[in-house]
C-alpha cells in the first residue's frame, strides 16, 4: 500500500480506505456491491455495512439500491455528491450495449444550447425510466441491428461513454422527435452542427432504418437548408409512398400538406427558415 494509502487508512479504516483507494484506481467512480464484494472480500451484509458506514461517513452516495458513487475528498464529509449523469446512465446499464442517445447525445456533441436533465439510454435492456437525484434517466429500446454508428467521447478525465455518432443522432432524433424536443430542435441541431455532419451518412444511415417518416423529414429539412444537393435527394424521394406524415409527431395533426416530401406541415414553417438567422 502505498504511503497515500497508508494515510487514507488511518483515517478511514482499513476496509473503507481499501475500498476507495481500488475505486480511485481503477477510475471507476461510480460502482456496484458486486464491485464492493471484489475488492473487499467481503460478501453480501458485511459489504452492505461498510457501504451504509462510508455513506454516513459522506465517503459515498447511494444512486439507487445497488448502485454508488464516490465522494471526492475536496468536497468535504457533508456534501452530497452525484457523480456524471452520463457515467451512471452507463452503470445503470450493467455491462450491456448501450449508447447515449437522442437530446442526450445533441448535448454531448453540443448541438443543443439549454442544459439536459432527462438522460437518453439506447438499449436492448428494456427498463423502466426513473429519476436519480433530479435526473430522469428514460431507456430507449434499440434492437441489436440498430446498434450502430456510434462514438466513444470522454466525459471526465477518466471515463468515457458511447454515445452515437453526430449522424445517428440526428437520424434517432428525426425518427423519434418526442425525446429530442420536437422537430424545431432538431432542426436546430442539424443547422448547428451542419458543418461536422456527413450528408453521405445521413442518406445511408436513414436508409438502414426504411422508415418513410424519417425518410420524409431527413429529405425536407436537408432541403430547406440547402445541405443536400438534389441528385443526393431523388433516390429519397423516390422511396416515398403515397401516404402522408406529420412533420412533427409531438403536435397535433393541422397545417397543409406538402406533395414533395409528403409531409402534413404542423409547425410554421418561418420558424424553421429562421433558424439559420438566429
Known amino acids: 500500500m502505498s504511503v497515500k494509502s497508508e494515510v487514507i487508512s488511518k483515517t478511514l479504516g482499513?476496509?473503507?480506505a481499501l475500498l476507495i483507494v481500488?475505486?480511485?484506481?481503477?477510475?471507476k467512480t461510480t460502482f456496484n456491491l458486486r464491485d464492493v464484494e471484489e475488492i473487499t472480500g467481503l460478501q453480501g451484509s458485511s459489504a452492505r455495512t461498510l457501504i451504509h458506514k462510508a455513506s454516513k461517513r459522506g465517503l459515498i452516495t447511494r444512486l439507487q439500491p445497488g448502485l454508488y458513487t464516490l465522494v471526492p475528498f475536496e468536497l468535504g464529509r457533508a456534501t452530497e455528491y452525484v457523480g456524471d449523469p452520463y457515467v451512471i446512465a452507463k452503470e445503470l446499464c450493467g455491462g450491456k450495449d448501450y449508447f447515449l442517445s437522442h437530446?442526450?447525445?445533441?448535448e454531448l456533441h453540443r448541438m443543443v444550447?439549454?442544459?439536459?436533465?432527462?438522460?437518453?439510454?439506447s438499449s436492448s435492456l428494456r427498463k423502466p425510466s426513473r429519476n436519480i437525484h433530479g435526473y430522469e434517466y428514460h431507456f430507449v429500446t434499440a434492437k441489436p441491428e440498430q446498434v450502430f454508428g456510434l462514438t466513444q467521447i470522454w466525459v471526465n478525465k477518466q471515463q468515457a461513454v458511447m454515445v452515437s455518432d453526430p449522424e445517428r443522432t440526428i437520424i434517432d432524433a428525426?425518427?423519434?422527435p418526442q425525446y429530442a424536443g420536437g422537430i424545431p430542435e432538431v432542426a436546430k441541431a442539424l443547422w448547428i452542427s451542419r458543418s461536422n455532419v456527413s450528408v453521405f451518412r445521413l442518406l445511408e444511415y436513414a436508409h438502414r432504418f426504411e422508415t418513410g417518416a424519417l425518410t420524409r423529414r431527413l429529405g425536407f429539412l436537408l432541403e430547406l437548408y440547402q445541405m443536400a444537393l438534389s441528385e443526393q435527394l431523388e433516390p429519397l424521394r423516390s422511396t416515398l409512398s403515397a401516404t402522408y406524415d406529420r412533420l412533427d409527431p409531438t403536435l397535433p395533426k393541422s397545417g397543409s400538406f406538402q406533395a414533395r416530401w409528403r409531409l402534413q406541415l404542423n409547425i410554421d414553417i418561418d420558424e424553421l427558415q429562421a433558424i439559420p438567422h438566429t
Open 14 to 16: 482499513f476496509q473503507s
Open 22 to 27: 481500488e475505486l480511485n484506481e481503477r477510475n
Open 103 to 106: 437530446a442526450s447525445a445533441m
Open 113 to 121: 444550447t439549454q442544459p439536459q436533465f432527462t438522460i437518453y439510454v
Open 174 to 176: 428525426l425518427r423519434q
